[in-house]
Structures are given as C-alpha cells and as structure tokens.
C-alpha cells in the first residue's frame, strides 16, 4: 500500500532521497521538528545537525543535541536544502534496518511532476511538449503509486531512474513548474483506469505494440505511426534535427559489430550469421540467433539484444555481413512504447496541443482530472 495521501486536497507523496548515517538541513527559516504526526512544533535555528545513534534497543537521533526517536517529520516555512539540493514539502527521517536514516521528502504532486519534467525531457523543450510530459510523467507516478514497486520500504516513490528522477527544486524553471500547474491533476485514463503512460526518446517512425515489447495487450500502447496524414505521413521524429540537439544521432544512426567479439561475448566461439527470429512492428527485433563455430545463442528481448550490440539506442536495426563484421543500421532510442519524446516536441513547434500530442500516441485514451487515488484503479 502507498504511504502517499491527501493534505488540504493536495495529494502528498514521499519521496525517497538517500540512506545516511549523519545529515545537515539549511532553510532560510526556523525549522520545526514534529515527533508524532499531532504533536507540538518545536521551532530550531535554521540550520539543523542530524546524527543516527542506537540508544536502548531504539533507533533515533540526535538533532542539535536533542534526542528523538524514529521517526520524525521536519518542516520550514522555506525550501529545506539538503546536499545541494533545496525541496519544498517536508521531510522524513525514518530508521532503516542498516543502522542508518532514510531520509524522505514528503512532497505534493505537482512540485514533484515540475521537478522530474527536465529530467525526463528537457528545459528547452516547447511548452506543450513540457505539458505532454508532464501528463505523461504524472499519470506515469500514479500508475507506480498503486504498482506499489517499493511496498515495505517506508516510501513511496525512489529519486532515480528506477522510479523518476527527482531533484527538488534544483533542477525546476519557472516554465517546468508552469507546465505542471496548468495541467494539474491531469492524467491519462483508460476505462476509468490510470493507464501505464510509458514513453521513451525516439520511436524511429513508429511506436512498437507493448505485446511485441514486453508481453500482455494493451488497448492504449499499440503500434501507431508517429505521423498524421495532414502532414503528408512524414514521421514527426524524423524532422527532429530542426529542434532537437541530439536527433542526429537518434533517428538513425549504424555500429559496427566484429564477428570475433560478438562470438567471444556470447561463448559461441566466432559468431557466423545471425537469424532474426521476431521482429515487431516498429522494426525492433525482440528475439534472434546467432550462430557460431561453436554453438548457437538465442537472445531475447530488446534490452539484451541492445547490451549485446554495444549497448545499441534501440533493437531497431538491419545487419549486413561485411566479413569480419556486422554492419548495423538502426532507427529510434529507446524501446518505442507509448510517447515518442522527439515527436512530441515536433508537434509541439508544429503547434499541436499536449492534447493532441498525447492521444497520437495513447490510442482511446482520455485525459482526466477528475480522480481520486483510492479508487482509480490500473487498466
Ligand atoms: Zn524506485
Ligand atoms: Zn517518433
């Protein structure tokens, strides 16, 4: 179950930051160190000194001389910084079985989506791209928030890929935060149903079916093409070197691959041919075999099969024999599901709304803010 709720109608979720033995807090203004959720605010100077101690069977620590017990909620009228990094909400210190502090920022929805959107697509993006992404980044949170992925580790949600990455305020622009409010609350649904809104960098002209990537079917996360028949069919990702720094080497880009190595990595001697077994819609080759002096090897998945190739931007890709090597061609980055990044910012400079922009790539589904995490459910 998620630890996150609702606070003034704002809903509230904790954040993983880090494991610690010893801290310090900054704040522009007092602090307040709560015990019990009810408890009486106890004001501090604005630079607190945290430091774990076992005392009698109990964890706790010390915080400017005094001792609490785990867990405690510490609270400022301003950002709390910590290690570089300021963060609005509060945070929570609870005890980990390491012998050390988890320390939580317990953070309202939307300050948490305007801090993780430049992580996930960038500053420069257009703003109805930083809007797409920041439906898609949200609808993405809740869906994890009732996956529950960390069920029993006190949090609800981790500050790296595993999750989203997330660092407070630090990373936020005005123009992240904007894109955050003016879709507050929004996300995608399904049949009533939060759906799982994943999206990587370039799909390379089309988006591959979730059946074909990792399995299960799903209504929303098809095989659509990144393109609209009013703008002559021509893949969005495919204009991306007009806006985006990094398309050249997005949309199409080749590697070489020798013989001897891909052989001598997958202990099949020296690798001779290679037989694609399954390939799905976008073009990305989700089984294969290589054949070698000594012996065969089959990998799966598109993720094996990029780590196998030099960790290669996508599965999506053609092989020549060229003697001693494989000459690969490939298209897109990342695994194509769902929101392709590089079209939505297109669309985005081709004045296409976040609206549009989302359902080109979520086939069916609504946008809506009309939810409440208890029973919204996952389609
Ligand atoms: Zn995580
Ligand atoms: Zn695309």
Redesign the pocket.
């Known amino acids: 179950m998620y630890s996150a709720n609702y606070v003034d109608q704002h809903l509230v979720i904790d954040v993983y930051l880090e494991e610690v033995k010893a801290l310090v807090l900054h704040s522009d203004n007092d602090f307040y160190v709560s015990l019990k959720a009810d408890t009486t605010f106890i004001p501090f100077s604005n630079v607190l000194k945290i430091k774990y101690e076992h005392n009698k069977m109990r964890n706790g620590v010390w915080v400017n001389g005094n001792y609490h017990y785990l867990p405690i909620t510490i609270a400022s009228d301003k950002p709390i910084e910590f290690e570089g990094n300021r963060y609005n909400g509060m945070f929570k210190l609870i005890s980990s079985q390491k012998g050390s502090i988890k320390i939580i920022n317990s953070v309202e929805l939307e300050d948490y989506i305007a801090g993780v959107i430049p992580f996930e697509i960038g500053i420069e993006a257009p703003y109805e791209a930083l809007k797409a992404q920041a439906v898609a980044a949200r609808t993405h949170t809740i869906h994890q928030l009732i996956n529950s ?2 069920k029993g580790d006190g949090y609800d ?2 500050n ?1 890929t ?2 989203q990455v997330y660092k407070g305020l630090s990373s936020q622009t005005e123009k992240t935060y904007r894109a955050a409010i003016e879709t507050s609350n929004q996300i995608l649904i399904v049949n009533n149903k939060v759906i799982n809104a994943v999206y990587h960098s370039c799909c390379g002209g089309s988006t591959e079916d979730v059946r074909d990537a990792w399995g299960g079917r799903r209504s929303y996360l098809t095989h659509v093409n990144d393109s609209r028949a009013n703008d002559n069919g021509v893949p969005y990702c495919s204009l991306g070197g007009k806006y985006v720094k990094w398309y050249q080497s997005a949309y199409q880009w080749s590697l070489r691959k020798s013989k001897e190595e891909l052989g001598k990595t997958l202990k099949i001697g020296k690798a001779l041919s290679i037989e694609i077994i399954k390939r799905g819609k976008s073009g990305r080759i989700h089984r294969m075999k290589v054949i070698g002096t000594n012996g065969n090897k089959t990998l799966s998945g598109e993720l094996e099969i990029r780590r196998i190739f030099n960790n290669a931007k996508s599965s999506n890709f053609t092989i020549t024999d060229k003697g001693s090597y494989f000459s690969i061609s490939g298209k897109g980055f990342g695994h194509g599901v769902g929101m392709c990044q590089i079209g939505a910012i297109v669309q985005a400079h081709l004045g296409y709304s976040y609206d549009d922009i989302l359902l080109l790539y979520f086939t069916g589904a609504e946008i809506s803010s009309d939810w409440i995490l208890d029973d919204i459910g996952i389609e």
């Open positions: 992925k960390h949600l981790c790296k595993h999750c």
